[in-house]
């Protein structure tokens, strides 16, 4: 069979020789696709190694419909444009899309997937893993890999893929997965929500880059902005809250969307479990207070599960938290009969003295002890110091005067 194959390659090579010669008459001429295909048409053509080199009529099909269709195969196989006589070398060089899309090729360079394949790792993505090989669609050709509803599915091939997750080092893991699950996720894959976002709406196309990349829309400090294009409501009353002026003053402690809300897990805001489980969250950075707040009545109740009785967000806001001190902030004394009237329709000024949670300022609290560890841990060596010195000085003295009584003595005796 395979006998066979080579044999009815080598003859359909001399009708390809024949053309490519006859065509060669006046300027050399490159092959045709003709040419190409006398021998790559064939369904069941392989390379010697047993692999498919077939450009079947499926294919070609595809070929004709996509956005190369008008090209020449050696428009993309360059280095057989030249070529005087078939059969071409076995190996041939890689196809360079950047000689056409130098733009887009340029990006790709300062991504993570083409560094990974400079430095030799190579199960990283290259442009036919998202565009296709053949059969390459505009983005918004609806059957387009690039396609907005299809880029999941795209990146998932990889991403979603546990074999190439772990040869890849791929540390955050099976993305894809938790992403399916997620409101985003949901909202493209099921409901078909072009307004949401697929991971390069996140992530950019050919640039990605790593999270601990400042140039990267999932770098800590511009996660806000990434969220922001589409959330914009929400991000300006984030940017008017005690957190965004903390993370721009360059705190890293201060909380961004995903620490509330993750990255790839997002879930509707309004669910009991949410709800249950941000306020642990704020724990996180906070936690005296929550400590505190679960031995109210409020926080008891919400702990054992009912989150509307009154949970941290429902008296600070939750994206326009501000200082008590603050008088914008819904907990300022200003505010205080509103913010609790939302709930307790007759609260009055003495009702709001009610403490929601002892000891609320354990964050100051907390970098107040902070300060006082270190002034104690630099008291030990200065007590130490001091006294020290001082007994030394005062050995010398001693020491001085021992030796000087001794010799006030002999010069007592002469004198
Ligand atoms: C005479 C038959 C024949 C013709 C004509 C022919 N090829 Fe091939 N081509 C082959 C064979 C056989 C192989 C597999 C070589 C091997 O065993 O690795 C191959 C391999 C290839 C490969 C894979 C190279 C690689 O590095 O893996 C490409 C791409 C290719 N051909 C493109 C073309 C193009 C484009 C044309 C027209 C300009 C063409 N071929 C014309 C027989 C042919
Ligand atoms: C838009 C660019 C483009 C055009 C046009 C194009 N190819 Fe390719 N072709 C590729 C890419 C990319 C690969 C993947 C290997 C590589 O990167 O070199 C490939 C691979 C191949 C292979 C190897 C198949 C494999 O699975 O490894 C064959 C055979 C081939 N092309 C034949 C053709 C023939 C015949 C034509 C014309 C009818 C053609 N190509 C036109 C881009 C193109
Ligand atoms: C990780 C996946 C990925 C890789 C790798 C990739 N692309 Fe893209 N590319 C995309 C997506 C997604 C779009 C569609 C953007 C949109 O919706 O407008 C796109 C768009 C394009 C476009 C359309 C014009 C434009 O800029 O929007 C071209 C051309 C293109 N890519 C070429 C390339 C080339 C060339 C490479 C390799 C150097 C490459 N791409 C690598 C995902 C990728
Ligand atoms: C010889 C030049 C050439 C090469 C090489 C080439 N392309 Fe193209 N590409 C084009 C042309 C021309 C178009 C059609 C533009 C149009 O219709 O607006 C196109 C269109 C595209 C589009 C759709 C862009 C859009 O805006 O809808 C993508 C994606 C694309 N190419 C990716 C690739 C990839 C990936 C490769 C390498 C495998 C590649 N191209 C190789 C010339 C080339
Ligand atoms: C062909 C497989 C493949 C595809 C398709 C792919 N990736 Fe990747 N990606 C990888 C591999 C492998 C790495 C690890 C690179 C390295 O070694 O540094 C990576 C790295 C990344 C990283 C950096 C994280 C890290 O651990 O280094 C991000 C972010 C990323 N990819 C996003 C995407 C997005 C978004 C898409 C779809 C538009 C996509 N990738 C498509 C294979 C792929
Ligand atoms: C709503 C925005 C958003 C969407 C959609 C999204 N991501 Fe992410 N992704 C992020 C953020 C933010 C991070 C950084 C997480 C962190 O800092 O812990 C991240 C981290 C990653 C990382 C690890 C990066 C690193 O440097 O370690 C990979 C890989 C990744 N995402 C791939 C994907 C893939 C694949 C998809 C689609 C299935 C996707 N993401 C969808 C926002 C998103
Ligand atoms: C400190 C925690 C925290 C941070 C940081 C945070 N959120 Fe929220 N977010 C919440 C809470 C709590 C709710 C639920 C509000 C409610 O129940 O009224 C919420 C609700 C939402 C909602 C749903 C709207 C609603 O009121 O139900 C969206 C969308 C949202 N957040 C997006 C974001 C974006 C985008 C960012 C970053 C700019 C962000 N969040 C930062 C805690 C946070
Ligand atoms: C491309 C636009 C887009 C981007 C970027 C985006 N989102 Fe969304 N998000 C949406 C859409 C659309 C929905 C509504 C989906 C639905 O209701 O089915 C949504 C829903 C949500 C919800 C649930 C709201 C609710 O009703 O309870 C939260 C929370 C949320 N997004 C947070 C984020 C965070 C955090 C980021 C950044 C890491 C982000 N989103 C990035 C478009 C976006
Ligand atoms: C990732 C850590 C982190 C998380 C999570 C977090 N915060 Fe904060 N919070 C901070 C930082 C940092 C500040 C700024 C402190 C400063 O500037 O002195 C702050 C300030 C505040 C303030 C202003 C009072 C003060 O101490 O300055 C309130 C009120 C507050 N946060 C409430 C919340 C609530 C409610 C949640 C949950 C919905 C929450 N925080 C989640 C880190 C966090
Ligand atoms: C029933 C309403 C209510 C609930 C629920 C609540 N708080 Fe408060 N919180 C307040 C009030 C009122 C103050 C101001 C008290 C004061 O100044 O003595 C305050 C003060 C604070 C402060 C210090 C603010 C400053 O400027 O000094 C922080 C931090 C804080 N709360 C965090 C939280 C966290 C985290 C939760 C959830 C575990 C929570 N709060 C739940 C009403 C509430
Ligand atoms: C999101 C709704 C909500 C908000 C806001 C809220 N509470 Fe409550 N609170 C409740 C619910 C529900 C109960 C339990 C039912 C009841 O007794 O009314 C409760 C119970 C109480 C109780 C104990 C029961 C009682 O009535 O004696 C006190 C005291 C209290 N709240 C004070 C406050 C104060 C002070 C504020 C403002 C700082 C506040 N609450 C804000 C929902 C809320």
Excluded at 197 to 203: G, L, Q
Excluded at 241 to 246: E, F, Y
Excluded at 254 to 263: G, R
Excluded at 330 to 343: D, E, Y
Aim: charged share 20%; proline share 5%; aromatic share 6%.
């Amino acid at each position: 069979m395979r006998i066979l194959f080579r044999a009815s390659l080598v003859a359909a090579g001399l009708l390809a020789v024949a053309v490519v010669a006859s065509a060669g008459q006046g300027a050399p001429k490159p092959p045709a696709n003709d040419d190409c295909l006398a021998c790559h048409g064939d369904p069941t053509a392989k390379r010697a190694n047993g692999t498919s080199i077939a450009f079947d009529e499926g294919t070609q099909k595809a070929f004709g419909a996509s956005k190369h269709a008008q090209m020449a195969c050696v428009d993309c196989h360059q280095d057989l444009a030249a070529l005087k006589e078939f059969p071409h070398p076995d190996t041939l060089a890689k196809v360079n899309c950047g000689t056409c899309h130098d733009a887009a090729q340029e990006k790709f360079m300062r991504g993570v997937h083409a560094r990974a394949r400079q430095d030799g790792r190579m199960l990283a993505a290259t442009c036919v893993d998202c565009h296709g090989m053949h059969d390459i669609q505009g983005a918004a050709e609806p059957s387009s890999p690039t396609n907005h509803l299809n880029l999941p599915a795209t990146c998932a091939k990889c991403h979603g893929n546990l074999d190439i997750i772990t040869r890849g080092h791929i540390q955050i893991g099976n993305v894809a997965a938790i992403y399916h699950d997620s409101i985003h996720g949901k909202a493209l894959e099921k409901s078909g929500l072009l307004v949401a976002p697929s991971c390069v709406d996140c992530h950019g196309n050919h640039d990605i880059a790593r999270k601990s990349e400042a140039t990267s829309p999932v770098f800590r400090a511009n996660i806000p902005a990434t969220c922001g294009k589409c959330h914009a409501g929400i991000k300006q009353q984030y940017d008017a809250g005690v957190h965004a002026a903390a993370l721009k003053k360059g705190d890293s402690r201060a909380p961004v969307c995903i620490d509330c809300h993750t990255a790839h897990a997002i879930q509707r805001a309004d669910t009991d479990s949410w709800r249950l489980a941000v306020t642990a969250e704020c724990g996180t950075c906070h936690a005296n207070v929550v400590d505190s707040f679960r031995l109210t009545f409020h926080g008891k109740v919400t702990e054992l599960g009912f989150s509307r009785v009154a949970s941290c967000a429902d008296c600070h806001g939750p994206h326009d938290i501000l200082p008590a001190l603050n008088p914008a902030s819904l907990v300022s004394q200003a505010n205080l009969v509103t913010t609790c009237g939302k709930c307790h329709a007759n609260a009055s000024a003495s009702f709001v003295k009610y403490d929601p949670h002892p000891n609320p300022r354990s964050y100051q609290r907390g970098r107040v002890l902070w300060w006082a560890n270190r002034f104690y841990w630099a008291l030990i060596p200065a007590c130490f110091g001091f006294f020290g010195l001082h007994s030394l000085l005062w050995f010398r003295r001693s020491w001085r005067n021992g030796h000087g009584t001794a010799s006030h003595e002999k010069d007592g005796g002469r004198a």
